[in-house]
């Protein structure tokens, strides 16, 4: 079993209209800081049980003034990840996740917030997502490399007629140990999310693609025990509507093997 906790912290200040930046005269950002728990219990060889439980605190300001905030529970999620051909030499590293986002934040009865470019802002859905994924990894001399898929989707309206977009997201890694206990990745990752709907009705200033460059560095303190830090920096972005483009991603975590 293992537990994590990881810190994440995205200042989006930007303005975007297709994929060109734009003005921002009314000063719009978001502040979005989350805390995510994460359990991994390892049923037997093939099979991995998940849980993540996150704790979101939000802020959305425009003229230098906050005109929305929240701080509360997210939608915790459950997964299984199974690896069917641990003894293969080549397929080894080919496992397949599914699972479910469950609707335990709290969604509030209009989630738009703000006047200029316009934001989706709660804490949680109030709807069940499904997910899925696909990954690969694979060790070539002194690289350890690696690809994935995921994409999750809503699985009903919620309750004040929303339903959240569909997302996918892909990834390409490679790593190396730098020293003993000191590991090196770069990610490459590409993101594209369907627009919000609200009422039967898309939301402009939501959905959105977004390719962004990812280093990191793992810390093996001991044997069981391991920090990590990483910033995903957006490279490419385009958006549906005049409206926020993410910003950079900071990520802060430690996790502990028992």
């Given at each position: ?29 978001t ?21 993540t ?5 939000a802020?959305?300001?425009?003229n ?6 929240f ?9 299984f990840?199974?690896s069917p051909?641990?003894?293969?030499k ?23 917030a ?8 709660q804490a ?6 499904g ?12 690289w ?12 009903h309206?919620s309750?004040?007629n ?10 390409l890694?490679?790593?190396r ?17 369907t ?6 009705q ?13 280093p ?21 972005r ?16 430690m996790s502990?093997?028992?």
């Amino acid at each position: 079993m293992s537990l994590s906790l990881t810190y994440l912290l995205r200042v989006s200040d930007e303005i975007f209209q297709g994929n060109d930046r734009t003005s921002n005269p009314n000063d719009v950002s978001t502040t979005f800081q989350r805390i995510n728990l994460t359990a991994a219990w390892k049923i037997d060889d093939h099979l991995i049980l998940r849980g993540t439980l996150p704790w979101t605190t939000a802020t959305r300001e425009e003229n230098g003034l906050p005109d929305n905030t929240f701080s509360g529970l997210g939608d915790a999620s459950l997964s299984f990840l199974w690896s069917p051909w641990q003894e293969h030499k080549t397929l080894s590293g080919l496992a397949f996740t599914m699972g479910l986002i469950l609707p335990t934040g709290e969604a509030r009865e209009q989630p738009l917030a703000g006047v200029a470019a316009p934001s989706v802002l709660q804490a949680g859905t109030g709807v069940f997502q499904g997910t899925l994924g696909l990954s690969y990894a694979r060790t070539i001399k002194d690289w350890n490399l690696g690809a994935s898929f995921d994409t999750s989707f809503p699985l009903h309206e919620s309750d004040q007629n929303f339903r959240p977009a569909a997302t996918y997201y892909a990834s390409l890694y490679a790593g190396r140990s730098l020293t003993e206990n000191l590991h090196a990745k770069i990610t490459m990752d590409f993101f594209h999310g369907t627009r919000d709907e609200f009422e039967g009705q898309e939301i402009d200033g939501t959905g959105s693609t977004t390719l962004s460059l990812k280093p990191s560095l793992i810390w093996n303190i001991t044997d069981q025990f391991s920090a990590s830090a990483s910033v995903s920096v957006p490279i490419w972005r385009r958006v549906n509507s005049e409206q926020l483009a993410v910003g950079p991603l900071w990520s802060l975590g430690m996790s502990y093997n028992f």
